[in-house]
């Protein structure tokens, strides 16, 4: 998926108005594509970053378990 996508389909889920469960979801999406971005710059020495990529790898899971859904 393209980041572009992603962006669109995250604005979509935290659309107007915003209820604290949508802020919510929306500040650990943007964590998640900021932690995805430090992954892959980690992912070019993978030997020496394997330390430093689980803990991303871990954070951004535990970020992906926090998201709830939106009842309207």
Do not use: C, H, W
Request: proline share 6%; charged share 10%.
């Amino acid at each position: 998926m393209e980041r572009q996508e992603m962006a669109d389909q995250a604005a979509a889920a935290t659309a107007p108005p915003l209820s604290g469960i949508r802020t919510a979801n929306y500040i650990a999406l943007f964590t998640m594509f900021v932690l995805q971005d430090l992954l892959m710059q980690q992912m070019v020495n993978p030997v020496t970053n394997f330390n430093n990529i689980i803990a991303l790898a871990s954070t951004i899971a535990a970020l992906n378990g926090s998201i709830k859904p939106v009842e309207e």
